[in-house]
């Protein structure tokens, strides 16, 4: 009241005034995912890539079987880009639209960015933050992209980048293959870009000296240094930017199974999919000294929703709605679809580029569940949610 | 914790939870990795198994060290369903009651002090036990099938036939055994409750 109080006292230009960024890279924790953020570290039980990392290394402090096992399941966060440098490459604009909508750059990552808490002047903000620069430059010559191509092969750019809709795609044989799929932090295909969005992405200006010194622009970049002369980086650049894309097939399934006649218990819907995937973020806060992660107790900008999806009974008490009240997990949205299985049909729907008023697709920044895992839950919900 | 729990040799130790332990995947880590963790969940799988004596005994008898405030919350909840069940009905209430305060906004357990109230055989516990349960089954947040259960005995005693027969299909959806659900009553109805193949959801909340 007294915060408004004095809002009112100052007038429009404070109440207008930009979010601060640095706040704002607080407030959602980018600093537990990202380095490079400027922020300082966080203790590394809170940085998510770091302790996954810890795992696959086989130095968390757990017994071997149980990190056999983790290391069986653990598909996600494990690399992450640092943000150092951003702003020496990406265009401010598609920083803001890209934290707005997040999209999946990263074909070899299982997790993309999620779709967080904040407003266009928050996302613009940051963006400004990140990028505070834009590099002066006009976009390659376009007359130069059939040698761009050669050098593409030369260089074998395919070993780790997908260039969806170019005609080229990421070689079988790529070395790089075994590192990705065991989880190495030090691989350069995990991190590679789909090079299809790079027009989007890139300052025109940066494309050219990004090809010919990575780690200059951005110190913690695994993109190699190749031997290019300036010529042929203005070529790679010209096939990067002008060689005609085809439309993509989008791989989120948005078809919608029956609901099954079989009977489906809480175990099966537990087992396949809440432990599975969501009960990491949403998990009961008795356990972890009062923390149950971000889909319960808080955490990366989002408010505690109070959401424990690590029991029957947690599941059962609802969460805690925007007015602040205790709501059912189960309850009608607007279209009459019950809250739980309208998140995880928007996730679907936020894969495809559009995102849903009022509802945030599930599971955050993952892949969203297949159609069979989603009738199951669909299926147990119209069953009346039996154990 | 409660005079009915002073027994638990559970002991309040600094060492096992430290703050900067928490894991922001922290239950598929704690139940792992922790031993004051895996107890109580054992023991809450001892209470879905019906298993209550061993779930008290083994909160009694574990040598673990807990220094957890909000895992001190499950094993009296833990503790207080045992009782409950085990038909401690008066130590349950007061236990209950004073976990209610202490979280006035968990659904769990208002659900269970609402069975425990509606088992104390008073006209007061029913009238503060039905106001509860209603107020969840209207909210769609009733525990499970014991909140359905006490909620249908509860409105036929007061000869709500109607709402005990909504609130026994609700109990036989949720329940592992439909057999649980049952009412001794001589106006007792015939409703079944079927699993519906369709997508409808309409035995969720009372609308």
Known sequence: ?387 | MTRHQAPLTIVLGLAAFAPSAAFPCGNAVMLETNEAAKLVARAEADLQEGRYQRALSRLHHGDVEVNSQPLQKRIDLVTSTAMLRLGQVTNAAWAFDALSQRHPDDALIATRLAETLSRLGTQAGDTKALSILESLEKRDLVADEHGFLALAKLRDRSGDTEGRDRALTRCRAVAKEASFCSVETKSRSKTKSTPKAVRTYGDGPTS
């Open chain 1, 1 to 387: 009241m007294r915060a408004l109080a004095l809002l009112i006292l100052l007038g429009p230009s404070l109440a207008d005034a930009a979010p601060d960024p640095v706040a704002l890279l607080a407030r959602f924790e980018c600093h537990r995912c990202h380095e490079g953020t400027g922020l300082p570290a966080v203790p590394q039980s809170r940085h998510c890539v770091r302790c996954h990392q810890e795992i696959l290394a086989d130095r968390f402090d757990a017994p071997k079987a149980v990190l056999a096992q983790w290391r069986t399941n653990l598909r996600s966060l494990r690399a992450v880009p640092s943000l150092e440098g951003v702003g020496r490459t990406l265009r401010r604009d598609w920083v803001r639209d890209f934290l707005m909508s997040p999209q999946d750059l990263r074909p070899h990552l299982l997790a993309s960015m999620p779709r967080l808490a904040l407003s266009r002047s928050e996302a613009s903000a940051l963006a400004l933050h990140l990028v505070p620069e834009q590099r002066p430059g006009e976009p390659p010559n376009p007359s130069l992209q059939g040698r761009g191509r050669e050098l593409y092969r030369e260089h074998r750019c395919a070993d780790c980048h997908a260039f969806t809709g170019s005609g080229e795609s990421v070689r079988a044989e790529s070395p790089y293959r075994a590192l990705t799929a065991s989880g190495g932090a030090s691989d350069p295909m995990a991190l590679a870009p789909d090079l299809r969005f790079t027009r989007a992405r890139m300052q025109p200006g940066a494309l050219i000296p990004w090809l010919l010194g990575p780690s200059t622009l951005r110190p913690a970049t695994l993109m190699p240094t190749h031997s290019l002369s300036k010529a042929d980086a203005a070529a790679l650049a010209a096939f990067l930017w002008h060689v005609p894309l085809e439309d993509t097939e989008h791989a989120a399934s948005m078809s919608r199974l029956p609901v099954l006649e079989r009977k489906v218990s809480y175990a099966e819907v537990e087992r396949r999919v809440f432990r599975k995937v969501c009960w990491h973020c949403h998990s009961s806060p008795d356990y972890n000294q009062g923390d149950g992660g971000p889909g319960n107790t808080g955490g990366f900008g989002f408010p505690p929703r109070r959401l424990d999806l690590a029991s029957y009974e947690g599941l059962a008490a609802g969460l805690i709605g925007d007015q602040g009240k205790r709501e059912s997990a189960f309850a009608p949205t607007n279209e009459g679809t019950p809250r739980l299985l309208a998140v995880l049909l928007a996730r679907r729907a936020e894969e495809r580029g559009g995102a849903i008023s009022g509802v945030r697709g599930m599971p955050l920044g993952l892949p969203s569940l297949s159609d069979e895992e989603i009738q199951l839950v669909e299926s147990w919900i119209a069953q009346g949610r039996p154990r």
